[in-house]
């Protein structure tokens, strides 16, 4: 039987950055498919997510993806929050002072190894940029530089 290839397309993850509706917390985390992994929480269930608010940052890989959610939960640790539960996702949210923080953070993010680059926060409703896309957007390191 001959293996059928992978779409590049589902080998790519995301990180997304979601904000309860009552602006007491957020969350970080990471997925493949943001929307599926943002429905199976709780607080979707309870109707307490703001998803207009919504942010993703699509990455070429899991393992990018895993790094980044990882290096932004560090960051946030001073600021974690109790989630109110002990279900699904309940340890990665944090108080809602530090959300411009970890949106500065993920913005200035690099895609890959290559630190010229930084990868976009989109909305997460926003269809995955094609595997090759590359942000031409100018963040405040390309701006000192300059």
């Known amino acids: ?9 589902l080998r790519r993850a995301a990180v997304y950055l979601v904000q309860r509706l009552d602006r007491q917390r957020f969350k970080v985390g990471w997925a493949a498919v ?11 269930s309870a109707q307490q997510l703001d998803l207009a608010a919504c942010k993703v940052l699509w990455l070429p890989s899991r393992q990018r993806a895993e790094q980044v959610e990882c290096a932004v939960h560090k960051m946030l640790a001073p600021h ?31 895609p890959t190894e290559r630190l ?21 957007e100018t963040g405040p390191l390309d701006a000192w530089w300059a």
């Open 80 to 110: 974690a929050a109790d989630a109110g539960h002990q279900l699904d996702g309940h340890t990665e949210w944090f108080q809602q002072l530090a959300l411009p923080l970890a949106l500065r953070a993920l913005a200035q993010m690099p």
């Open 116 to 136: 010229d680059r930084t990868a976009r926060l989109v909305a997460v409703r926003t269809k995955a940029p094609p595997a090759d896309a590359v942000s031409i």
């Open 34 to 44: 943001p929307m599926r992994r943002i429905r199976m929480l709780p607080e979707f």
């Open 1 to 9: 039987m001959r293996a059928i290839p992978a779409s590049p397309g």
